[in-house]
RNA sequence: GUGGGCGUAGCUCAGCUGGUAGAGCUCCGGAUUGUGGUUCCGGCGGUCGCGGGUUCGAGCCCCGUCGCUCACCCCA
């Protein structure tokens, strides 16, 4: 096995017993997302770095020690969807657009991280963006729009966890606050908690040590250091999910990976899923296109882990595609015009198949069997035969064996 | 980066206190001088992850190493 090249760490293959139901993910996203207005983007696999550094934040783990840089050139391939999609709404002037720009796309994105459940180096998202208002509908809708996703798709235990961050400044002043109060309280921290006080912390609130969590109940909350009108612009938020029936827990302690967020920001999770329960989530990013030089935009997206919707679902089995004709022969010098009939039954646009392995007949009826086809054409001394493989009737062709399929497949027989 | 679990045929796994490899599924063929499911029979397929060590002898014991996996961290 030493000589074995395999998949890179972290990186799966898509089988075609798997292509269908991604497939499956990838019609539904189209179906939600275009009927409300957005259209596909696709951006380029990698960017230059500074794209992510400035837009993710110099500070998150993914900038840090998740990127994969290329040596030369200050190129990193992308470990996620937004800042590139600013940047193209920057670059090709959407801005001139009739606002808001919706966009979605389904791709690959990439992080140096240690493999889990869940959790891959190459992985797929499936995003959606809104840019170029901060009308608290947009935010709503959004939520919806991956709610509706999620649940067409069949992703079961989910909870919806809704919060705001309100802007900036209230996050910077809030994180010294709690930061303050944490250090006021460090002897009752646990090591962990204490060591991540300056780096980040929000985190002391995911803490289950019961120390901490003691200290944690009567820690301030951002949730209520929102200014007046960021919080009630996250009223309204709620009001228009609210309206829509929509359940969710508003969680103080919600945090995301990633620096862009202000105001609004939220996460489906799963309980069908491990340690890595988050399916899906995003927010409010009104200062994100600024910040990688493009003209003060607000905006709002989400991005869902196709490999995490996956695994959150039921993976009902896909009917193959129905094959419409097997050409089998009786013996190798038939093979030409079995190949022949079989050509020219896929100009026609049937479903045909020709044997392919050098099986035997009984071994190709097998296999024609094996791949649900609705006739075999069996080639041989005595002309061709067709067989109609629901029935077993056998007729010997007079003429075109496709004709014969293309007259038979419609009704029960020939 | 740290810790737990696991590495035996393409897949799922068995292999008792160490005696030099098995099953089921899949695939191919035969039982039906050319025709599909089921059943029966046969065949293909493994340097037991890799490297050392102990032993007369290691899939099994010891050391190392690589890989997979789950978890911490973080996130989709």
């Known amino acids: 096995m030493s000589g074995r090249i395999q998949a890179p760490r972290g990186t799966f293959d898509v089988l075609p017993a798997q292509a269908s139901e991604r497939?499956?993910?990838?019609?539904?996203?189209?179906?939600?997302?275009?009927?409300?207005?957005?259209?596909?983007?696709?951006?380029?696999?990698?960017?230059?770095?500074?794209?992510?550094?400035?837009?993710?934040?110099?500070?998150?783990?993914?900038?840090?020690?998740?990127?994969?840089?290329?040596?030369?050139?200050?190129?990193?391939?992308?470990?996620?969807?937004?800042?590139?999609?600013?940047?193209?709404?920057?670059?090709?002037?959407?801005?001139?657009l009739p606002q808001p720009v919706r966009l979605w796309y389904l791709s690959t994105f990439f992080r140096h991280e240690a493999p889990q459940a869940g959790r891959f180096r190459q992985f797929w998202q499936v995003g959606a963006e809104a840019l170029g208002s901060d009308d608290?509908?947009?935010?709503?809708?959004?939520?919806?729009?991956?709610?509706?996703?999620?649940?067409?798709?069949?992703?079961?235990?989910?909870?919806?966890?809704?919060?705001?961050?309100?802007?900036?400044?209230?996050?910077?002043?809030y994180r010294a606050e709690l930061a303050a109060y944490l250090r006021s309280h460090e002897e009752q921290l646990s090591p962990e908690v204490r060591a991540r006080i300056a780096l980040?912390?929000?985190?002391a609130f995911d803490s289950d040590d019961p120390g901490t969590q003691a200290v944690m109940a009567n820690a301030p909350l951002l949730i209520d250091r929102l200014t007046a009108s960021d919080a009630e612009h996250f009223q309204e938020v709620r009001d228009l999910l609210d309206d829509c029936d929509l359940v969710y827990d508003v969680d103080p302690t919600l945090v995301r990976?990633?620096?862009?967020?202000?105001?609004?920001?939220?996460?489906?999770?799963s309980s069908e899923l491990g340690a890595q329960s988050g399916v899906g989530g995003g927010g409010r990013y009104d200062g994100l296109v600024e910040m990688i030089g493009g003209p003060p935009t607000p905006g709002c997206g989400w991005a869902a882990g196709v490999e995490r919707i996956l695994l959150a679902s039921d993976h009902p089995a896909v009917a193959p595609p129905p094959v419409d004709l097997f050409v089998a022969y009786s013996d190798t010098k038939y093979?030409?015009?079995?190949?022949?009939?079989?050509?020219?039954?896929?100009?026609?646009?049937?479903?045909?198949?020709?044997?392919?392995?050098?099986?035997?007949?009984?071994?190709?009826?097998?296999?024609?069997d094996r791949i649900g086809a609705r006739?075999?054409?069996?080639?041989?001394?005595?002309?061709?035969?067709?067989?109609?493989?629901?029935?077993?009737?056998?007729?010997?062709?007079?003429?075109?064996?496709?004709?014969?399929?293309?007259?038979?497949?419609?009704?029960?027989?020939?």
Do not use: W
Not at 25 to 45: C, K, M, N, S
Not at 357 to 362: C, F, Q, Y
């Open 23 to 96: 497939a499956e993910v990838e019609a539904v996203a189209r179906r939600v997302l275009e009927r409300a207005g957005y259209g596909r983007i696709e951006t380029p696999t990698f960017e230059a770095t500074e794209l992510f550094s400035r837009g993710v934040g110099e500070s998150t783990d993914v900038v840090q020690k998740e990127m994969y840089s290329f040596h030369d050139g200050g190129f990193t391939l992308r470990p996620e969807g937004t800042a590139p999609v600013c940047r193209a709404y920057v670059e090709h002037g959407m801005h001139k």
């Open 136 to 173: 608290p509908a947009i935010d709503a809708e959004s939520i919806l729009l991956l709610a509706e996703l999620l649940e067409e798709i069949g992703a079961r235990g989910l909870r919806l966890r809704l919060a705001s961050l309100g802007t900036p400044e209230t996050r910077l002043s």
């Open 200 to 203: 980040n912390p929000l985190r």
């Open 257 to 269: 990976g990633l620096d862009y967020y202000s105001r609004t920001v939220f996460e489906f999770t």
């Open 335 to 368: 093979r030409r015009p079995a190949f022949s009939i079989a050509a020219e039954a896929r100009r026609a646009r049937l479903a045909a198949q020709v044997e392919l392995a050098g099986r035997s007949l009984k071994g190709q009826l097998k296999q024609a």
């Open 375 to 414: 006739f075999v054409a069996i080639v041989s001394e005595d002309g061709t035969l067709l067989k109609d493989m629901e029935s077993g009737e056998q007729t010997l062709v007079q003429g075109s064996v496709v004709a014969m399929v293309l007259r038979g497949r419609g009704g029960a027989g020939l």
